[in-house]
């Protein structure tokens, strides 16, 4: 595999942000509609977390993510427990739905900050030490603020 370059990982980051960032307005402005509009509505965000997802993973595979398998697991029970309730939410659930789009945005959450984190490993002179460890510069020794 070709080493990424700085400008390479950070188009990759920027353009996965944004992604996720759209994706995130969609969802908080399905959330808002009422239940008839969320019904009808909830199939096409379950697609385009589908397809949010799909390009994050086509990324984190051209970087070599070290936890790509993990992730396309989640990815694939996520998708699958969307895909599964589809059919209840359009019939009218739409408790449901708007409980299951809850869930699908945290852990959405959780894993653009994994993304980002992979980003930040495949750049060239991250500052990786042992164990995946990031250290800042001039921040070894010094304690993390709560």
Do not use: Y
Not at 48 to 57: F, M, N, S, V
Not at 68 to 73: D, M, Q, T
Not at 120 to 139: C, Q
Request: some cysteine; overall charge positive; aromatic content about 4%.
């Amino acid at each position: 595999m070709v080493p990424l370059s700085s400008s390479t990982s950070h188009t990759a980051a920027a353009a996965l942000r944004h992604a996720r960032k759209l994706l995130f307005v969609r969802i908080h402005q399905l959330h808002a509609e009422p239940d008839a509009a969320f019904c009808a509505a909830f199939q096409a965000v379950v697609a385009a977390i589908e397809a949010d997802l799909a390009h994050e993973e086509r990324v984190m595979e051209a970087l070599a993510f070290d936890g790509l398998h993990e992730r396309l697991a989640q990815n694939a029970l996520l998708l699958a427990s969307l895909h599964r309730i589809v059919m209840q939410v359009e019939g009218g659930d739409a408790a449901l739905g708007r409980w299951a789009l809850d869930a699908a945005a945290d852990l959405l959450s959780l894993h653009r900050l994994t993304a980002d984190l992979a980003l930040v490993l495949a750049r060239p002179g991250n500052g990786v030490v042992k164990h995946g460890h990031l250290l800042r510069a001039g921040m070894v020794g010094r304690k993390r603020r709560p």
